[in-house]
């Protein structure tokens, strides 16, 4: 005759082994995490060799040692990875305009702002010589109102909204020229002291 205590303990303990622990939410936080900056870092790389238009969100999950399935849980197509690398660019630019404003020396500002763009030469080429070059200007103004609301103005000659379209505009504009140049035809002083002198006598004035 059997022992039902040994059996009911084998049958807890083969359930037991049996059972699948659910991953916690953040654990999956985490993977999602990595696996989006890893898409994000295979496109910055991709784009170092070529042009944003010959990618394939194939090539860029092989880049990003991502699966090909795992990138549309992030973006529904290459173009909306763009984007969303455009939004946090330009925060970041709008973050080093925002030291410009706070710092003593202004020149020196432009350098850091210029020496980030050219350390990312090819993904801001794409941002603002490429198709979407447009709508990337005025997401920078956007972006660049929303942030100049939160600060003082610098100013009180010119009025804020004005003044940051103008100063977004400037930038981007001369950014663009820029990239498109033959890459040593401008080094990263010269564009630092071309903003410098057309923005510090200018919008930056004092009154």
């Known amino acids: 005759m059997a022992k039902p205590t040994k059996l009911k303990s084998n049958l807890r303990d083969t359930v037991a082994h049996n059972i699948e622990v659910p991953a916690s939410s953040t654990s999956k936080d985490a993977r999602a995490l990595r696996s989006g900056q890893a898409l994000r870092a295979g496109l910055l790389s991709l784009l170092e060799r070529k042009p944003f238009e010959q990618i394939t969100v194939r090539e860029i999950c092989k880049e990003a040692n991502v699966h090909y399935a795992t990138f549309f849980r992030h973006h529904p197509t290459k173009e909306a990875l763009l984007d969303s690398i455009a939004t946090d660019e330009i ?18 500002g432009f350098q850091a702002l210029c020496a980030y763009v050219d350390e990312h030469r090819s993904l801001w080429s794409i941002l603002l010589n490429g ?9 920078w103004v956007h972006q660049s109102q929303l942030v100049a609301a939160r600060e003082k103005p610098i100013a009180s ?11 977004a505009t400037w930038i981007a504009e001369t950014l663009a020229w820029w990239l498109a140049q033959p890459p040593r035809a401008y080094s990263v002083d010269d564009i630092a002291k071309i903003l410098y002198r057309m923005l510090a006598t200018s919008i930056m004035a004092p009154d």
């Open 157 to 167: 000659w010119l009025p804020t909204e004005l003044g940051t379209i103008c100063a």
């Open 91 to 108: 925060a970041q630019l709008n973050k080093l305009t925002l030291a410009i404003r706070a710092a003593d020396n202004y020149e020196a």
């Open 131 to 139: 198709g979407a070059g447009s709508a990337m200007r005025e997401e």
